[in-house]
């Protein structure tokens, strides 16, 4: 695939949003969602997209697939993945189901010809890695993470302004996820039975130490489980504290606490902090709002809720995903579209994994595990 109307660059266009370009609605790639709950989220924000289109839906939820159809009216939708995979108009199978069930879909996307967005965790069990690997080559397909976070307007300015210079080399990065789940456990009770939080909640802090730090040699973790865990019936950590040290010798720490009470005013759910030698910047999620320091010593507090609201969640409650799913699945389209990379892809996004699973073996042994 080779397209030349792209924007390699995804910069804001007009204030208002970032964009990979936009091509006429029939050359656009098509994309199936699998699970359509939070993938319903996808399919609102394909709207959005100038490089995608939403053209089918799977659920086994029948009510699931009925309110895909309102929000994409003409969408196909079934509830058997494989007749999904066998359709010659999806390029793209967006994967939105329980963790457990990733590494099986994405085997059988590829298999079936189709590039694949998987959302985070990419998996929770460290050793399919050469499986899918392996399937990607063989089949000569690519995967993109759809690590949310990395897409959501303060992360990307943090990025661009670390990549123009502005904090210089990275020292330290620090960046939590806490978010309480009492809501989610009774949404969705395979999170309680079916995965840990080391993968479904730390992949986002994880993930930003890992893209500012690169590889890391060791890992160390501490957990507990909260009252409020104990109460759904958790008997993995819900509260996990991890520190890293890079293969550069420099210093990580992720945290996630799942089960305390939230401090909207003065905490965000998602923060990550980046100490560097001219300068420090933290970006926040849900708020749209990044406050850095560099050199000049003049602190700046962007707030981008006006500029950039409508298109990140639409107006509705901050936190919707919806501007940040269309960046993720845009600069994957443009870097299918031109042949170029695209991040997190199936390496970056196994060797989270692999960093998780040491997270895993570090809470269960009390020892540091080296990478
Ligand atoms: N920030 C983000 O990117 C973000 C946010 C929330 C959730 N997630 C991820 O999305 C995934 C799903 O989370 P959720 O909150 O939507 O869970 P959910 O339990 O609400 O929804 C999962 C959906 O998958 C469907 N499903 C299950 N098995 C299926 C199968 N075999 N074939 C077709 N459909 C099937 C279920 O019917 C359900 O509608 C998880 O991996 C989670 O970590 C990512």
Known sequence: MSHPDY???GRPVVGKRRSWGLLPEAERLGVGVVGLHEGHTMLVALRASGLCRAVAGCDLDEAKRADAV???PGLWVNADYERLLERDDVDIVAIYT???LHAGQI???FKAGKHVLCTK???NDVSVAERLTAAAKEHGKRLQVGQSTRFYEPFLQQRDLYEEGLFGEVECFDAHYNHRMDW?????PWTVTETHWAYLGLSHPVDLVRWYLGDLS????????SQLGLRYGCTKPDVIAAQFVSKEGKIGRAFGHYGFTELSKGRALIEGLLMGTKGTSLARYPELRHTYVSSDGVEHDDDFDHAFGGYHYRH??????YGEFCNCIDSFAAALLSGGHNSPDLVEGLETVRVMNAVVRSLETGQTVHL
């Open 218 to 225: 060791s890992v160390q973790a501490v957990g507990s489980i």
């Open 7 to 9: 924007l390699p660059t």
């Open 107 to 109: 085997e059988a996307a």
């Open 70 to 72: 309102n929000a994409t």
């Open 316 to 321: 509705e409650l901050k936190g919707m995903h």
């Open 184 to 188: 989610y456990y009774e949404k969705s």
């Open 121 to 123: 965790p990419l998996v």
């Open 98 to 100: 329980p963790d457990a």
